[in-house]
């Protein structure tokens, strides 16, 4: 079993990809996303998958009979050294999107930012639940490549963005699934405040936030996809809220 468990990743240095062109950021369907994925991945196959509990919200994922016990030493390397994240639906992905799409009030008509969006889950949840504009931003270009074909899956529209600090503009809110893991990414909270007055983090890893202004709203389970045979604490999500105070 392979364990892909989220590693440091230096978020603060912003990215600017010389892939992101239209070309390929336009890849649309699970051959052209087997095919990216095969390039460390040889027997790696992308499958369209309806998520549970999430009003027909599809997404392009990892097949679940993916031969993990096969993977040459290379492969192996690079699954654990350089992770493609947007192959798995993470639990606080899921219980994000979840959420979202059972309080559509959360993002209706408002424009707002999914930070680190790996399979743009969240963004996607966030587009049907009728928010007014989307931004899904990720360092990763395949991981853009993959929101761009899950956008197109389910028949809407988001803006993708690969620099967090060239964004120049204000959102309404920030959405967030797993990118506290490391605690050195803790300092992203003040960022996001400073881009929307609202900020909501779900993250299964993080047991007990302490960084004011934010706070424990609720807690329910998730699961990733496909399964990894994670601990169970690691299918316990927590939703942390951010409101922006005024000075």
């Not at 931003?137 to 809407?156: E, F, K, M, T, Y």
């Not at 909270?189 to 047991?207: H, I, M």
């Not at 424990?216 to 299918?235: H, I, V, Y």
Request: include cysteine.
């Amino acid at each position: 079993m392979i364990s892909l468990w989220p590693s440091p990743v230096n978020w603060s240095m912003p990215h600017k990809s010389d892939l992101f062109e239209p070309a390929t950021l336009l890849m649309s369907s699970a051959e052209s996303l087997t095919c990216l994925i095969r390039q460390t991945l040889s027997q790696a196959r992308i499958v369209a998958e309806t998520l549970p509990d999430c009003d027909g919200l599809q997404l392009y994922l990892l097949a679940a009979d993916f031969p993990q016990d096969a993977l040459s030493p290379k492969e192996m390397y690079a699954a654990l050294h350089e992770p493609a994240y947007w192959i798995f639906c993470w639990a606080s992905g899921l219980a994000l999107a979840r959420r979202i799409l059972r309080e559509p009030a959360l993002v209706r008509g408002k424009k707002v930012l999914d930070f680190g969006a790996g399979s743009g889950v969240v963004a996607c949840a966030a587009a049907l639940a009728g928010a007014r504009e989307v931004v899904a931003c990720d360092i990763d270009p395949a991981s853009l490549q993959a929101c761009a074909a899950n956008a197109r899956l389910n028949g809407v529209q988001i803006r993708l963005d690969s620099d967090f600090f060239a964004l120049q503009e204000e959102f309404d809110l920030v959405l967030a699934a797993d990118v506290l893991y490391d605690k050195a990414n803790h300092g992203f909270l003040d960022a996001f405040l400073q881009r929307a007055p609202g900020v909501l983090v779900a993250d299964s890893r993080v047991k007990n936030l302490q960084v004011p202004p934010y706070h424990l709203e609720c807690e329910e389970e998730a699961e990733t996809l496909p399964d990894l045979n994670e601990f169970d604490e690691f299918r316990h999500v927590r939703f942390y809220r951010g409101q922006r105070t005024l000075s």
